[in-house]
């Protein structure tokens, strides 16, 4: 099951999409949109999270709070930011 939030941080609200494990990060590689934007954990293990972008909004326009959510969802869902994903 893929995971589904919305930042309210911005207005329009955004849609951020996160897979789990490997078989949900599979259902966002396949089923995502050219224009979402992929967040991952750089050499480590970490969830997919992928940020649909909204109308007229491109990857050099993205407000930072919206970034922030997103890595933030990114860091929770990896290895070092939770570690009980580890056990």
Request: glycine share 4%.
């Amino acid at each position: 099951m893929v995971y589904y939030f919305t930042s309210n941080v911005v207005e329009p609200s955004a849609f951020i999409y996160v897979g789990k494990d490997k078989f949900e990060n599979e259902n966002l590689i396949k089923y995502g949109l050219e224009k979402d934007v992929w967040f991952h954990v750089d050499n480590l293990s970490s969830a997919h999270v992928y940020l649909r972008l909204r109308d007229g909004e491109s990857w050099d326009n993205i407000p930072q709070p919206l970034l922030e959510d997103c890595a933030q969802l990114t860091k929770a869902n990896s290895i070092e930011g939770e570690p009980s994903l580890h056990s």
